[in-house]
């Protein structure tokens, strides 16, 4: 086709005249690392795979970074024992049977993660920071167990790391001699 002959094809397709000829599709080619899409070669990167953490993954982490059995990792998801073990040993869930158990190990894997480095990477430290109860509620780990709720045990285990302060707030420039102001005046 030269150069006229495309001008002319390409004024009657604007005009809305009907083409001479039917005009055919080119084909779509997309089994390479280029790709024919019509006319042009297009160059696709090819995909780069993304390290998804398996179930098995996220439970050795949870118990190598805090040191808990099988036992305790199960009462904290809300699980048993042997769905714990059965999963670590890389055998898949029975959607029936688990629920969210994943959502929920995924929960306590997000938990324990940021956890354990605050801790400086000890699992000890992590461990007792994840069991104990700040002054005016639960553990994160009963946080979790119980409610279910990652953020409010993060909650708890930043009140062990570092505990809130009590008393009145008091601003940078207090209203008279260190006296302290409402907050909404």
Known sequence: MSVRDAQELYEAAVCGE??????????????????????????????????????????????????????RLAKIVGSSHTTIISAENGRPLVQGHSGDLRQRLLDAHALVERVYLLAGRDAHQTEVILSTAPANGRSAVDELAESGDAGRAYIAALDILRPRRTGLIVGDRPRRDGRTAALHE
């Open 18 to 71: 009907p083409f001479p000829r039917p005009i055919f599709p080119e084909p779509l080619n997309t089994t390479g690392e280029v790709w024919i899409i019509g006319a042009w070669p297009i160059t696709v990167p090819p995909p780069v795979p993304h390290s998804i953490h398996t179930l098995r993954r996220i439970i050795l982490e949870i118990r190598g970074r805090t040191g808990w059995s099988a036992r």
